[in-house]
């Protein structure tokens, strides 16, 4: 079993559509958790950097952690062409600066 | 602007060649590291390095080497022992403060290599 699964998708929505994007992780000791924009053929952007349980927001973005379920979502609200991209969860433990884990990524299309 | 710069963006190589591909962050992070990333799969650690002159393997060195002489520069050399290399590379660094990494992991925008 992977330590974080994340569905390929492709995930297609209208835009101004409400997007929900998820990880499930097997690792209780995970405490940082980061969600990634990734542009074909660019580097992963950060997007939202969370801490232990609870939620965050910035803009148009929430990224919510629920670690009893030991899942971790992404809202992305008025969804917008130029959301179209790779979006990647990725976590690590408190101790183990140099182990992050990744999920393989969803690919999201937002049609106009 | 602060951030991570990496070249080439991209890179052709004949079999049996090695390529080094470079990495600059003038961020002032202590901490970076060399990423693998291929189609379906989650990012692949190769090499991290958490302070200048020592670094360590990763869960897939074999076949790459790194060095770390200056705190901005982390250069990742593919050589013809890598039995696949053709890939998309990541470098990124983090902060690290008292021995411990904040969490956050910021990316260059990545190298592309292939083999012909």
């Known amino acids: 079993q992977k330590e974080v699964e994340q569905d390929p998708g492709p995930l297609s929505v209208p835009e101004g559509a409400i997007v929900s994007l998820n990880c499930t992780y097997s690792n209780s000791a995970f405490q940082y958790f980061m969600w990634y924009r990734q542009y074909s053929r660019k580097g992963p952007e950060l997007l939202m950097y969370t801490y232990s349980s609870g939620n965050k927001e910035d803009g148009r973005f929430t990224a919510q952690v629920d670690k009893s379920s030991k899942y971790i979502s992404l809202f992305i609200r008025d969804s917008q062409p130029s959301d179209s991209a790779t979006y990647l969860c990725a976590m690590r433990g408190e101790y183990n600066f140099n182990k992050f884990y990744f999920g393989s990524g969803t690919k999201l299309n937002v049609k106009p | 602007d602060g951030g991570i710069t990496q070249s080439p963006k991209y890179l052709f190589r004949k079999e049996g060649q090695n390529v080094t591909l470079s990495c600059e962050q003038n961020?002032?992070?202590?901490?970076m590291y060399w990423y693998r990333q291929d189609p379906g799969q989650g990012l692949r650690l190769i090499y991290y390095?958490?302070?200048?002159?020592?670094?360590q393997k990763g869960d897939i060195a074999e076949g790459y080497s790194v060095s770390r002489e200056k705190k901005e520069s982390f250069p990742l050399t593919v050589t013809s022992a890598q039995k696949n290399p053709t890939a998309f590379y990541l470098c990124?660094?983090?902060?690290?403060?008292?021995?411990?990494?904040?969490?956050?992991?910021?990316f260059g925008e990545g190298s592309r290599l292939t083999v012909l």
């Open positions: 990124a660094s983090s902060i690290v403060s008292s021995g411990r990494s904040t969490g956050e992991l910021f």
């Open positions: 390095s958490q302070i200048v002159n020592d670094f």
């Open positions: 961020l002032n992070h202590d901490a």
